[in-house]
């Protein structure tokens, strides 16, 4: 490792942790290396998990042994609460075990209409705005404003069985509410983090009178009282259903009292109400915005690859009906999960643009690591961007967008990588995301409706590349992109 900086430690950047990036320069010029110890500003400390079997340690064998640092959970909790993304220990344990019926395969198969939905309803208004307006060339869309809307919708849904409309009512109050939340933070916010983390209790920075507080502290309010009344009329509905079964009544209830997540969560009994509101708000937050950018992500790298972006359209011609010409048709889990080239595309680019990048954990105790001391308070990084394009691990051509290297025999899981922590989008392990089956089905109903009808073309295809990192890290820009209909379809 590099001389470091009293100042910057081995970065350059005066922020908390280190780009993927660099992670993967490192891993590269330090190939048999299992960690990586390396330093932030300030001389902070961090190790980079970076071999399988350091992995396998930090996120199965020993994942209590770690818990998210006290920077994260205070970040967070102010926006999820206490739901699965953030509890720890045996409370993690107790609330996994309940949500796990809810994101089952089982369950989630049943979802796949309502995500094949939304996106025929996105898909459908694109085209009508681009019939609307005028005849020229340059009909640019924006697809992070459309895939943030209709994941939103989409995953409401599907956890709540309530749909926002945020698609046909983008300025609804819930929607607002939701988009100043879920800001990024301005450089001025974020340095004042900074030096509050050094100086002072992190709590101390979310009490002071900024106005990025206050917009957070109002958002959170708003939309936990929404969540908070869904919790109790889903409640009511439900042990309404379980009166009128006993009492053989004719009355019926919407399919969707059956297969959202809540319904899953409260028929468990396990979670209090505002445990249950905890799980909306992080349902919202982590599953929203990953598959948003991970959308977002797709149209980049198709607009990049005409030639991907065509066999794909031909596979989704050939094997789905249109949502405009066929609106009733009926979408199975197992129709879309049949698809090997739309898999593969959605695979690779949850491979090679992870929507959330880099994630750190804490020793929550004395522990071990592939035989190395780890002192409890040390700070770990796991860098899905670097172990997804490592070439110890991929091969040589880990730095190249090929959903190829999915398709084939014994390859629609792996990518051709010889062990499964080569991909870390979804991490594993008991902290592994809940939702990966639930993300994976959404994305790729949307990435097919939008292939199936468009062509797509980025609007300044030589520009150089920027992102945005919030939540997730997705193009600055959102994906200007041009949208011509392709007939036939």
Same mark, same amino acid.
């Given at each position: 490792?590099?001389?470091?900086?009293?100042?910057?430690?081995?970065?350059?950047?005066?922020?908390?942790?280190?780009?993927?990036?660099?992670?993967?320069?490192?891993?590269?010029?330090?190939?048999?290396?299992?960690?990586?110890?390396?330093?932030?500003?300030?001389?902070?400390?961090?190790?980079?998990?970076?071999?399988?079997?350091?992995?396998?340690?930090?996120?199965?064998?020993?994942?209590?042994?770690?818990?998210?640092?006290?920077?994260?959970?205070?970040?967070?909790?102010?926006?999820?609460?206490?739901?699965?993304?953030?509890?720890?220990?045996?409370?993690?344990?107790?609330?996994?075990?309940?949500?796990?019926?809810?994101?089952?395969?089982?369950?989630?198969?049943?979802?796949?209409?309502?995500?094949?939905?939304?996106?025929?309803?996105?898909?459908?208004?694109?085209?009508?705005?681009?019939?609307?307006?005028?005849?020229?060339?340059?009909?640019?869309?924006?697809?992070?404003?459309?895939?943030?809307?209709?994941?939103?919708?989409?995953?409401?849904?599907?956890?709540?069985?309530?749909?926002?409309?945020?698609?046909?009512?983008?300025?609804?109050?819930?929607?607002?509410?939701?988009?100043?939340?879920?800001?990024?933070?301005?450089?001025?916010?974020?340095?004042?983090?900074?030096?509050?983390?050094?100086?002072?209790?992190?709590?101390?920075?979310?009490m002071l009178p900024l106005k990025r507080?206050?917009?957070?502290?109002?958002?959170?309010?708003?939309?936990?009282?929404?969540?908070?009344?869904?919790?109790?009329?889903?409640?009511?509905?439900?042990?309404?259903?379980?009166?009128?079964?006993?009492?053989?009544?004719?009355?019926?209830?919407?399919?969707?009292?059956?297969?959202?997540?809540?319904?899953?969560?409260?028929?468990?009994?396990?979670?209090?109400?505002?445990?249950?509101?905890?799980?909306?708000?992080?349902?919202?937050?982590?599953?929203?915005?990953?598959?948003?950018?991970?959308?977002?992500?797709?149209?980049?790298?198709?607009?990049?690859?005409?030639?991907?972006?065509?066999?794909?359209?031909?596979?989704?011609?050939?094997?789905?009906?249109?949502?405009?010409?066929?609106?009733?048709?009926?979408?199975?889990?197992?129709?879309?999960?049949?698809?090997?080239?739309?898999?593969?595309?959605?695979? &690779?680019?949850?491979?090679?643009? !992870?929507?959330?990048? @880099?994630?750190? $954990?804490?020793?929550?105790?004395?522990?071990? +690591?592939? /035989?190395?001391?780890?002192?409890?308070?040390?700070?770990?990084?796991?860098?899905?961007?670097?172990?997804?394009?490592?070439?110890?691990?991929?091969?040589?051509?880990?730095?190249?967008?090929?959903?190829?290297?999915?398709?084939?025999?014994?390859?629609?899981?792996?990518?051709?990588?010889d062990t499964n922590y080569a991909f870390?989008?979804?991490?594993?392990?008991?902290?592994?995301?809940?939702?990966?089956?639930?993300?994976?089905?959404?994305?790729?109903?949307?990435?097919?409706?939008?292939?199936?009808?468009? &062509?797509?073309?980025?609007?300044? !295809?030589?520009?150089? @590349?920027?992102? $945005?990192?919030?939540?997730?890290?997705?193009? +600055?820009? /959102?994906?200007?992109?041009?949208?011509?209909?392709?007939?036939?379809?």
């Open positions: 490792m590099q001389e470091r900086s009293w100042i910057k430690g081995n970065t350059q950047s005066l922020f908390i942790e280190s780009p993927g990036s660099r992670c993967l320069r490192w891993m590269q010029e330090m190939p048999d290396a299992e960690l990586i110890r390396y330093y932030l500003v300030g001389n902070m400390e961090r190790v980079l998990v970076v071999s399988p079997k350091a992995l396998s340690e930090v996120l199965v064998l020993k994942s209590y042994d770690f818990r998210k640092p006290d920077l994260a959970r205070f970040s967070l909790k102010r926006i999820t609460g206490n739901g699965i993304l953030l509890a720890e220990g045996d409370e993690h344990k107790r609330q996994r075990k309940n949500l796990m019926p809810a994101f089952a395969y089982r369950h989630i198969k049943n979802l796949y209409p309502v995500f094949w939905a939304k996106a025929a309803e996105m898909v459908q208004m694109i085209g009508d705005e681009l019939r609307g307006e005028s005849t020229s060339e340059d009909k640019t869309i924006i697809a992070g404003d459309w895939a943030s809307r209709a994941t939103l919708d989409a995953i409401s849904i599907a956890s709540m069985g309530r749909d926002f409309d945020t698609l046909r009512d983008p300025d609804n109050e819930l929607n607002n509410h939701y988009r100043r939340l879920l800001m990024e933070p301005s450089v001025a916010v974020r340095i004042l983090f900074l030096v509050a983390m050094f100086l002072v209790d992190l709590r101390f920075f979310q507080n206050r917009e957070i502290k109002e958002a959170s309010v708003y939309i936990r009282t929404v969540a908070r009344q869904l919790v109790r009329e889903k409640k009511e509905r439900l042990e309404k259903k379980t009166r009128d079964a006993n009492s053989n009544s004719t009355d019926t209830v919407t399919a969707s009292d059956d297969i959202d997540i809540m319904s899953v969560a409260l028929t468990s009994g396990g979670f209090s109400e505002e445990n249950l509101v905890d799980q909306m708000m992080t349902f919202l937050a982590a599953g929203h915005e990953t598959t948003a950018s991970a959308f977002q992500w797709v149209v980049y790298a198709l607009c990049k690859h005409p030639e991907i972006q065509s066999r794909l359209r031909d596979e989704i011609r050939a094997n789905l009906p249109s949502p405009s010409a066929s609106p009733e048709a009926t979408i199975s889990a197992s129709i879309i999960d049949s698809l090997p080239y739309l898999n593969a595309v959605c695979n &690779e680019t949850l491979r090679f643009y !992870p929507s959330v990048p @880099l994630t750190v $954990r804490e020793a929550a105790r004395d522990t071990t +690591i592939v /035989g190395q001391h780890i002192p409890k308070g040390s700070i770990l990084v796991l860098a899905p961007e670097a172990t997804n394009r490592s070439k110890e691990l991929w091969g040589p051509d880990a730095d190249k967008f090929d959903p190829e290297r999915w398709m084939g025999p014994g390859r629609a899981n792996t990518g051709g990588a870390l989008s979804f991490l594993h392990g008991p902290r592994g995301c809940i939702g990966q089956g639930f993300a994976k089905g959404e994305l790729a109903c949307m990435v097919a409706v939008t292939v199936g009808r468009f &062509e797509m073309e980025l609007k300044h !295809p030589d520009a150089e @590349l920027k992102t $945005r990192r919030g939540v997730t890290v997705s193009p +600055i820009d /959102g994906v200007e992109a041009k949208f011509k209909v392709v007939e036939g379809w």
